[in-house]
């Protein structure tokens, strides 16, 4: 059974930065793409970056600049490195794995609030 779990979420102020882990089982990121989401409150998922098992990396543009993927296939881990962070950047952090809709990987969440 496929496992995502998260870390580093907390509480920041406004322009400080957090890491995000997420350690997958198995070779999960070796053999689809990891992805970062966010979830705020009363508002839809949205994807934040994401890595494709090639290397090619997307962003939202409200990230770009500030944030970065990063992917560790010897340890099973993806990372999103956050600077600057805003209080817009708030909410539930969810990593993903797989090929959306057919295939649907999520860790549990990790909360990240930016106060200011």
């Known amino acids: 059974q496929v496992q995502l779990v998260e870390s580093g979420g907390g509480l920041v102020q406004s322009g400080g930065s957090l890491r995000l882990s997420c350690v997958g089982s198995g070779s999960i990121f070796s053999q689809y793409a990891a992805g970062w989401y966010r979830q705020a409150p009363g508002k839809q998922r949205e994807l934040v970056a994401q890595?494709?098992?090639?290397?090619?990396?997307y962003y939202t543009d409200s990230v770009k600049g500030r944030f970065a993927i990063s992917r560790d296939n010897a340890k099973n881990t993806v990372y999103l490195q956050m600077n600057s962070l805003k209080p817009e950047d708030t909410a539930v952090y969810y990593c993903h794995a797989g090929v959306r809709p057919i295939i649907d990987y999520w860790g549990q969440g990790t909360q990240v609030t930016v106060s200011s």
């Open positions: 890595m494709l098992v090639e290397g090619k990396i």
